[in-house]
């Protein structure tokens, strides 16, 4: 089977890695890293140049595309790959507002009774004081639409809050700032869950536990993500099923209800609170750097039947089973990241880092002959497998120590056991 992945990061290498321990599977990916190169053929198309990814698709031809960013569903991509004929592991544009607009979210949610935090939305600076007035402490501040990451904010003090949606309003990131979320902020333990989705049918994928955090202890400004775990080692019980109940399936109905049919995969982010579960947003593809963490949990070959299934390709639903195994991601940052990322140094890589429980995954890489740069402010992740959680913390770390470049960052917490 050839399959084409969408991307260039760390979770399109970690996505290529999964697929390819299927039988008998061709990779490209379009326009991937150092990482995919390693184990099939790149492509010089942009994830965001829909027509380029189609005219590939066929070129070659594919039997299957695999996007990972969000950005390119956003924008269509599913529709226009389906108008073409190819199958797309991934949702329209009509579903994937649920990741481009958090209002539209809050509003579907709120209408399917997702147990959600109370919010607010806000389209004019003068619009912000009485918006605010109805939290009696500061609320989180969201950019409604894509901001890779940089569009939420936690400020402390009401006029923080205050400061945060105006700047967005007013153009701190453009177009995805239109528009503001003001949302409840809550507390409790944060957990990843994923399910493969195709219209009201689901199946849960490993759950995982991220930090977004720049530093230890989850201090500093908000990131892409320096890390993850997998299991989530916080949550434990049927969570998964209360979860699927009351947030995924009733959001899955409400979009059907509408007149949208999701196929993909539902990244749910959420806040496991006193009063149970509650949703904080979706992404409407897998998670960067979960994916990391959570695809080396599958055993081989399910990651591509999974696809296959939400793609239309075959029709049985697939039953998945879990290695039992704990999988850790450290994720390695450039220095000045994530406002000012430093590139184009050197990495060095010593020998013994890779092994068959340790890799390393590229994200923001380019190779020059032999030679390794950063090119990104997330370089990549060494991800490894244990026994247990603290097992795999400890082979990650032991990874880490083997990369190095100038101003290397990375937080020295992943998979320590917090309390809730």
């Not at 004019?124 to 890779?148: I, W």
């Not at 089973?321 to 704990?326: H, S």
């Not at 795999?392 to 100038?406: E, H, K, T």
């Amino acid at each position: 089977m050839k399959v084409l992945v969408v991307g260039s990061g760390g979770r399109e290498h970690a996505i290529g890695r999964a697929l390819v321990t299927a039988a008998n599977v061709e990779l490209f990916t379009a326009p991937g890293n150092p990482g995919t190169a390693a184990i099939g053929e790149n492509l010089p198309v942009p994830a965001e140049d829909i027509a380029g990814i189609v005219a590939a698709a066929r070129s070659i031809p594919v039997d299957l595309v695999v996007p990972g960013p969000e950005a390119p569903l956003v924008a269509g991509l599913a529709d226009a790959l389906a108008e073409a004929g190819i199958p797309c592991a991934g949702p329209g544009a009509s579903a994937a507002r649920l990741e481009g607009s958090k209002a539209f979210t809050r509003a579907l949610t709120e209408a399917a009774g997702v147990p959600s935090p109370a919010f607010r939305v806000v389209e004019r600076v003068a619009d912000l004081d009485r918006a605010l007035g109805a939290f009696t402490s500061p609320p989180v501040v969201k950019a409604d639409g894509l901001a890779g990451g940089k569009g939420v904010f936690l400020p402390e003090t009401i006029e923080g809050c205050r400061d945060a949606a105006e700047s967005l309003l007013t153009g701190r990131l453009g177009g995805a700032g239109s528009r503001v979320v003001l949302e409840e902020r809550l507390f409790g333990v944060e957990a990843s869950w994923f399910h493969a989705c195709r219209g009201t049918e689901v199946v849960p994928l490993p759950h995982a536990m991220d930090y977004k955090r720049l530093y230890e202890g989850e201090e500093g400004p908000n990131t892409g993500g320096m890390g993850a775990v997998s299991p989530n080692p916080m949550v434990g019980g049927d969570l998964e099923g209360t979860i699927r109940q009351q947030i995924v399936l009733p959001t899955l109905r409400r979009l059907q209800r509408e007149g949208t049919t999701f196929r993909g995969f539902l990244f749910s982010g959420l806040m496991v609170t006193a009063a149970g579960p509650m949703l904080l947003e979706y992404n409407v593809r897998l998670g960067d750097p979960e994916t990391q963490a959570v695809l080396p949990r599958l055993l081989d070959g399910a990651f591509l039947e999974v696809c296959a299934w939400v793609s239309g390709m075959t029709d049985a639903k697939p039953r998945i089973a879990f290695d039992e195994r704990a999988a850790c991601a450290v994720v390695l940052a450039t220095e000045g990241y994530p406002d000012a990322p430093r590139t184009g140094d050197a990495i060095q890589i010593a020998d013994g880092l890779e092994t068959e429980s340790r890799w390393l995954i590229h994200g923001g890489t380019r190779r020059e002959g032999d030679d390794l740069y950063t090119a990104g402010g997330r370089v990549g992740a060494v991800v490894a497998r244990g026994a247990a959680l603290d097992e795999a913390r400890r082979s990650a770390y032991d990874g880490v120590r083997l990369v190095q470049w100038p101003g290397m960052t990375h937080r020295t917490d992943i998979g320590l056991i917090r309390d809730a």
